[in-house]
């Protein structure tokens, strides 16, 4: 089993590529329209590869969650990368800057973006195969 993709309301597509296309740069659009939800005209585009992509539709009303706060919703979601650096290049290039850096672990490195929609977004690099020493958790 795997996660194929994530649909994300935004209030503006554009923006949200602008960051996403910095993070994958291999991806591209694998399809797009419009359409008619529940009543309200928007946008919508699948942006990924073969195997994985984000839905993003536009016409999106109000903003995110509080990230600091308890309310119900999505805390955040993660990608793995191959090379943490060269991805937070591509996106300090595009002007994004991390929000927070990850635990102090000695297996992974990970940062975390807030994207243009206001979703928070980590990135992990694995620096062990051994899914015990991935695993492990700072006390």
């Not at 503006?12 to 939800?37: H, K």
């Not at 195997?51 to 993660?78: K, M, P, W």
């Amino acid at each position: 089993m795997y996660l194929e993709h994530i649909n994300l309301t935004v209030s503006n597509i554009d923006e949200a590529l602008t960051f996403y296309r910095a993070a994958f740069p291999d991806w591209v659009i694998r399809g797009e329209g419009e359409q008619v939800w529940f009543g309200k005209p928007r946008r919508w585009l699948h942006f990924g590869n073969e195997h994985y992509y984000i839905v993003l539709c536009d016409n999106g009303e109000g903003s995110n969650r509080d990230l600091t706060g308890h309310q119900v919703g999505l805390a955040h979601f993660a990608f793995v990368v191959s090379n943490i650096k060269a991805m937070q290049t591509r996106l300090l290039e595009a002007g994004f800057v991390p929000d927070k850096d990850g635990a102090d672990e000695p297996y992974r490195t990970n940062l975390y973006y807030i994207d243009p929609a206001g979703f928070e977004v980590e990135f992990v690099e694995y620096h062990s195969d051994l899914m015990a020493e991935r695993n492990t958790y700072a006390a």
